[in-house]
């Protein structure tokens, strides 16, 4: 749940536009025939936008958009909520990281998106959805490979499948369930007939998809999958929330700050008089 202000759609929303996109294949999986086995789920959306940043309000819009349809349907609001938390910062996010049961830190290898908020959710026991991006490597190899679910293209395959040439409109004609999705969101079901309110978004995937979001959505929903299969032990899920708790104490800011004293300031602690005695 980090902010963008950059110029262009910028990592951090873009990635809340993939995790939109699945929320549109779970809800049209659901509203096909609600499945009473299936796992519950509140989803939390946090984010901000620079005033003239028009792509991400647009992105914005359509989270606050999909979140109306969906919690406004009778049988698919029984197992999933969708929230957004406007204006998300520090303060108002102290209230979420005690909260949440997964932290999604899904921007696209390489690019860099998952910074610091990743590890408070893990300090406070979620347990991480994510690529190796960021944080994400480092949060991953503390917790342990079992308590962290890992998806997605490798910063590596990223460059690979841009030199050879990323055939994306090929992913979209081949995947029946990304393209209901995308479809869904360009009819206008989600806005009430404007079929051309969401146009930008959906000719931004469907042309350049900067940030690769279709090639990492099948990898992705499958993922998810593996995530509410997890859920429904509380007794093994438990143990990787109080495991992500534990190992992450290497990133607490005490450690942070004798390291910048031990090695870049060549500082030490005073000692009081009364304690030295």
């Known amino acids: 749940m980090e902010s963008a202000t950059a110029t262009d759609?910028?990592?951090?929303?873009?990635?809340?536009?993939?995790?939109?996109?699945?929320?549109v294949t779970l809800y049209n999986r659901l509203r096909r025939a609600s499945d009473a086995t299936a796992t519950p789920r509140t989803v939390i959306f946090g984010g901000k936008a620079a005033p003239g940043y028009r792509m991400a309000k647009l992105i914005i819009k359509l989270i606050n958009s999909v979140a109306r349809?969906?919690?406004?349907?009778?049988?698919?609001?029984?197992l999933l909520k969708v929230v957004f938390l406007p204006d998300f910062n520090v303060k108002n996010g102290q209230r979420v990281y005690p909260a949440?049961?997964?932290?999604?830190?899904?921007?696209?290898?390489?690019k860099e998106a998952s910074g610091t908020g990743n590890m408070k959710f893990a300090m406070n026991g979620a347990i991480t959805i994510g690529t190796?991006?960021?944080?994400?490597?480092?949060i991953r190899d503390a917790v342990g490979h079992a308590n962290f679910?890992?998806?997605?293209?490798?910063?590596?395959?990223?460059?690979?499948?841009?030199?050879?040439?990323?055939?994306?409109?090929?992913?979209y004609e081949a995947n029946p369930e990304l393209?209901?999705?995308?479809?869904?969101?360009?009819?206008?079901?989600?806005?009430?007939?404007?079929?051309?309110?969401?146009?930008?978004?959906?000719?931004?995937?469907?042309?350049?998809?900067?940030?690769?979001?279709?090639?990492?959505?099948?990898?992705?929903?499958?993922?998810?999958?593996r995530?509410?299969?997890?859920?429904?032990?509380?007794?093994?899920?438990?143990?990787?929330?109080?495991?992500?708790?534990?190992?992450?104490?290497?990133?607490s800011s005490d450690r942070s700050?004798?390291?910048?004293?031990?090695?870049?300031?060549?500082?030490?602690?005073?000692v009081p008089e009364q304690r030295r005695a």
């Open 227 to 251: 995530v509410s299969a997890a859920y429904c032990d509380q007794s093994a899920w438990t143990r990787m929330s109080i495991l992500n708790c534990a190992r992450v104490g290497r990133f």
């Open 9 to 23: 759609p910028g990592p951090a929303l873009i990635v809340r536009l993939r995790s939109r996109t699945y929320l």
């Open 100 to 110: 949440a049961d997964l932290s999604e830190q899904i921007s696209t290898a390489g």
């Open 149 to 171: 679910f890992l998806f997605g293209l490798t910063a590596e395959q990223v460059e690979r499948r841009w030199a050879e040439g990323y055939a994306l409109r090929s992913i």
């Open 257 to 270: 700050i004798r390291e910048y004293c031990r090695d870049i300031w060549k500082v030490a602690p005073i």
């Open 179 to 225: 393209r209901e999705a995308i479809d869904l969101i360009s009819s206008g079901f989600f806005s009430d007939g404007d079929r051309g309110l969401f146009h930008p978004l959906v000719e931004s995937l469907l042309t350049r998809d900067d940030y690769m979001l279709l090639a990492d959505y099948q990898d992705y929903v499958e993922c998810q999958e």
């Open 132 to 138: 190796l991006d960021g944080a994400n490597i480092e």
């Open 69 to 78: 349809t969906i919690n406004q349907d009778p049988l698919v609001s029984q």
